[in-house]
C-alpha cells in the first residue's frame, strides 16, 4: 500500500466537485484514510510548492490556492501516487484526458482542481507537512 497527499483545490471545493471527485478516487478502490477542510496561508504554501517559487506563475497560483478552502487527504491504495496522477489527468486541463478529473471539470494550468503528490519522497513530504506540522 501507498500513500499520497491529494489536495482539492478551491476552484474545485467552490464548485461543488468535492463528491464527483472523492467518487471517482473510492470507485477507483483507494482508502481516503485523513481529510481536513482548511484555508492555506501564504506561509504553508510557501512550504508546499517550495520547488515552483521561483516560477513566474507563482504569485498567481499561491494568491488562487489561499484565496478559499481546499480539501487535503491522505489516499492509500496499491500505487496510489501513479494512480492518483492517472484520475487527475496533466496540469494543463486542455492536455488532460477527455475522462480524466482535470479533463472534465478544469479550467486552466492554475485552476485545474486537484493536487497529488508526484513522487514517494514527495508524498512522505506533503504527508508530513499537512498532518504533523500544520
Ligand atoms: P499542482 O499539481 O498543484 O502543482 C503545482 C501547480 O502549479 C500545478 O498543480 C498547477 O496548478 C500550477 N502550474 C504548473 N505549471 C503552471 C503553468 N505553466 N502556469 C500556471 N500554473 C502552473
Keep these: 500500500m501507498e500513500k499520497t497527499l491529494v489536495i482539492i483545490k478551491p476552484d474545485g471545493v467552490k464548485r461543488g466537485l468535492i463528491g464527483n471527485i472523492i467518487k ?3 470507485d477507483k478502490g483507494y482508502i481516503i484514510s485523513a481529510m481536513m477542510m482548511k484555508q492555506l496561508s501564504k506561509e504553508q504554501l510557501d512550504q508546499h510548492y517550495e520547488e515552483h517559487k521561483n516560477k513566474t506563475f ?5 494568491s ?4 478559499g478552502n481546499s480539501l487535503i487527504m491522505i489516499v492509500e491504495g496499491v500505487n496510489a501516487i501513479k494512480g492518483m496522477r492517472k484520475i487527475m489527468g496533466a496540469t494543463d486541463p486542455i492536455e488532460a484526458e477527455p475522462g480524466s478529473i482535470r479533463g472534465m471539470y478544469g479550467n486552466n494550468k492554475t485552476q485545474n482542481l486537484i493536487h497529488g503528490s508526484d513522487s514517494l519522497e514527495s508524498a512522505e513530504r506533503e504527508i508530513n507537512l499537512f498532518f504533523n506540522s500544520f
Excluded at 58 to 62: A, K, M, N, R
Excluded at 64 to 67: P, R, W
Aim: cysteine-free; overall charge neutral; glycine content about 0%.
Design 58 to 62: 507563482y504569485p498567481s497560483l499561491v
Design 64 to 67: 488562487y490556492m489561499s484565496s
Design 24 to 26: 471517482r478516487i473510492e
